[in-house]
């Protein structure tokens, strides 16, 4: 009998822990020059030892769902990721006019930009789950081309993916100075991006010899991974908006195929 409840009682721990095991998601507070910064960080509490983290960097918008929720599908995947704050003091775009000056100042003032990004990139490495040799960045326009303005400067990542994103052609980069490989993932009906970025982008890459893919998904317009693209389409009246499922599924299995290669 004693023997039938203690193989119960095991039993029923063991349910319990699995329950409770799976992704954990928090909100981390954290700082710079006085500037409060809310992080959403994502991990598998039953996946044993340390593994890779990712920075998610939002869209113009700002600290919103879409990034949030792209860090529970990396956790999902096995990596610990963090989704960062670029701008601050919980500071959300209701409209496409605010969010060009949210993202206007963020890049005009990037020394406190790539501070900021780096504050949340030593938040990311000191995490008990975070293998800090094996980070990469992931940012979703304004996202993605801070990821890429990052990487450019020298950043210690593995690697970086940029979708719907600018082609910052800034900081000047020599052949070499790049640590990070670079994925980026484009629609090929992107309004806001011209043919000729991309050819002086990849110019550049080829010149630095930097580990670097460029890819075009036919059809897809801008913001062709955020859900809330035809809402916000029908809404602020812009026409270069568009979810795209296919073109949204088609670069994530890219991506975590790149990640697979370079951790």
């Given at each position: 009998m004693k023997k039938i409840f203690a193989l119960s009682a095991i039993a029923f721990f063991s349910l319990v822990v699995l329950a409770n095991a799976g992704i954990k998601t928090e909100e981390i507070q954290y700082s710079h020059n006085g500037t409060k910064l809310t992080g959403y960080l994502a991990f598998d509490d039953s996946k044993s030892g340390k593994r890779p983290g990712v920075l998610v960097v939002h869209e113009w918008w700002g600290h919103n769902d879409h990034a949030r929720n792209r860090a529970k599908m990396l956790a999902k995947a096995g990596y610990t990721a963090l989704a960062l704050d670029m701008y601050g003091s919980g500071k959300l775009a209701?409209?496409?006019k605010k969010a060009g000056e949210f993202m206007t100042a963020a890049f005009k003032n990037w020394a406190d930009s790539q501070a900021r990004?780096?504050?949340a990139l030593e938040v990311l490495k000191g995490h008990k789950t975070v293998d800090a040799s094996r980070i990469g960045s992931?940012?979703?326009c304004f996202g993605g081309a801070v990821s890429i303005?990052?990487?450019r400067g020298g950043a210690d990542l593995k690697g970086i993916v940029a979708f719907h994103s600018a082609l910052p052609t800034e900081p000047a980069i020599t052949?070499?100075?790049m640590?990070?490989?670079v994925l980026i993932i484009n629609g090929s009906e992107d309004g806001f991006l011209k043919p000729e970025s991309v050819a002086s982008f990849s110019q550049d890459m080829f010149k630095?010899?930097?580990d670097f893919t460029y890819m075009n998904l036919k059809g897809a317009k801008h913001s062709f991974t955020n859900p809330q693209a035809d809402e916000f389409s029908k809404k602020f009246n812009i026409a270069a908006l568009e979810y795209n499922k296919k073109a949204d599924e088609q670069a994530w299995s890219e991506m975590l195929k790149f990640f697979q290669r370079i951790f």
């Amino acid at each position: 009998m004693k023997k039938i409840f203690a193989l119960s009682a095991i039993a029923f721990f063991s349910l319990v822990v699995l329950a409770n095991a799976g992704i954990k998601t928090e909100e981390i507070q954290y700082s710079h020059n006085g500037t409060k910064l809310t992080g959403y960080l994502a991990f598998d509490d039953s996946k044993s030892g340390k593994r890779p983290g990712v920075l998610v960097v939002h869209e113009w918008w700002g600290h919103n769902d879409h990034a949030r929720n792209r860090a529970k599908m990396l956790a999902k995947a096995g990596y610990t990721a963090l989704a960062l704050d670029m701008y601050g003091s919980g500071k959300l775009a209701n409209h496409p006019k605010k969010a060009g000056e949210f993202m206007t100042a963020a890049f005009k003032n990037w020394a406190d930009s790539q501070a900021r990004y780096n504050k949340a990139l030593e938040v990311l490495k000191g995490h008990k789950t975070v293998d800090a040799s094996r980070i990469g960045s992931i940012g979703f326009c304004f996202g993605g081309a801070v990821s890429i303005k990052m990487a450019r400067g020298g950043a210690d990542l593995k690697g970086i993916v940029a979708f719907h994103s600018a082609l910052p052609t800034e900081p000047a980069i020599t052949k070499n100075s790049m640590k990070s490989a670079v994925l980026i993932i484009n629609g090929s009906e992107d309004g806001f991006l011209k043919p000729e970025s991309v050819a002086s982008f990849s110019q550049d890459m080829f010149k630095a010899n930097v580990d670097f893919t460029y890819m075009n998904l036919k059809g897809a317009k801008h913001s062709f991974t955020n859900p809330q693209a035809d809402e916000f389409s029908k809404k602020f009246n812009i026409a270069a908006l568009e979810y795209n499922k296919k073109a949204d599924e088609q670069a994530w299995s890219e991506m975590l195929k790149f990640f697979q290669r370079i951790f």
